[in-house]
T-cell receptor, first 113, second 116 residues
Framework: DQQVKQNSPSLSVQEGRISILNCDYT??????FLWYKKYPAEGPTFLIS?????DKNEDGRFTVFLNKSAKHLSLHIVPSQPGDSAVYFC????????????FGTGTRLQVTL | GAVVSQHPSRVICKSGTSVKIECRSL??????MFWYRQFPKQSLMLMAT?????????EQGVEKDKFLINHASLTLSTLTVTSAHPEDSSFYIC????????????FGPGTRLTVL
């Protein structure tokens, strides 16, 4: 049972444009969401997170939007850069304690020149 | 801050042997560490939650006698794959949660295990 889904396995965006990565979840108990960036043969690197009490969190070029009613979140990268090319995972957890992360299946972003 | 290391980064072993993977939090103390496994082109799947000084909590379907986890100190957790078989070949990643902010986990660089 995939509780966190990323329906787009890949995305190609031109440098300078906006990249939008989407994520859906089914478990209404999730109240904290994170985005990670991952290169092959490396561990994930934390990018940005959002609590369920917010609908938007921004950090530099990265913005995460949360729509609780739709159980949907998205990561916006503006402007996209070639160095952003990687696999992006969204993850969800039930916050408050050191509880486990449930990861989505990942979206491979390719930023072209 | 929040650096997590893993050793070794890559290991190749013969079928039937045991392999130990170390996970260390370098600049903070982690009461809780997590072990994940990632098969090619798939998501990271949590295997177990490692708690310092107590037994690990394993996810459904993960054999605790095959994947031994020890969290002997606040900066070190080890995963031992016992009697490894080719189907255990995978990318194993650990993470640690900051005591001050349990919501964020920081990941090690991973260990590529190949069982021949």
């Amino acid at each position: 049972d995939q509780q966190v889904k990323q329906n787009s396995p890949s995305l190609s965006v031109q440098e300078g444009r906006i990249s939008i990565l989407n994520c859906d979840y089914t478990n209404s108990m999730f109240d904290y969401f994170l985005w990670y960036k991952k290169y092959p043969a490396e561990g994930p690197t934390f990018l940005i997170s959002i609590s369920s009490i917010k609908d938007k969190n921004e950090d530099g070029r990265f913005t995460v939007f949360l729509n609780k009613s739709a159980k949907h979140l998205s990561l916006h990268i503006v402007p996209s850069q070639p160095g952003d090319s990687a696999v992006y995972f969204c993850a969800a957890k039930i916050g408050g304690t050191a509880s486990k992360l449930t990861f989505g299946t990942g979206t491979r972003l390719q930023v072209t020149l | 801050g929040a650096v997590v290391s893993q050793h070794p980064s890559r290991v190749i072993c013969k079928s039937g042997t045991s392999v130990k993977i170390e996970c260390r939090s370098l600049d903070f103390q982690a009461t809780t560490m997590f072990w994940y496994r990632q098969f090619p082109k798939q998501s990271l799947m949590l295997m177990a939650t490692s708690n310092e000084g107590s037994k690990a909590t394993y996810e459904q379907g993960v054999e605790k006698d095959k994947f031994l986890i020890n969290h002997a100190s606040l900066t070190l957790s080890t995963l031992t794959v016992t009697s490894a078989h080719p189907e255990d070949s995978s990318f194993y990643i650990c993470s640690a949660a900051l005591p001050s902010s349990y919501n964020e986990q920081f990941f090690g660089p991973g260990t590529r295990l190949t069982v021949l």
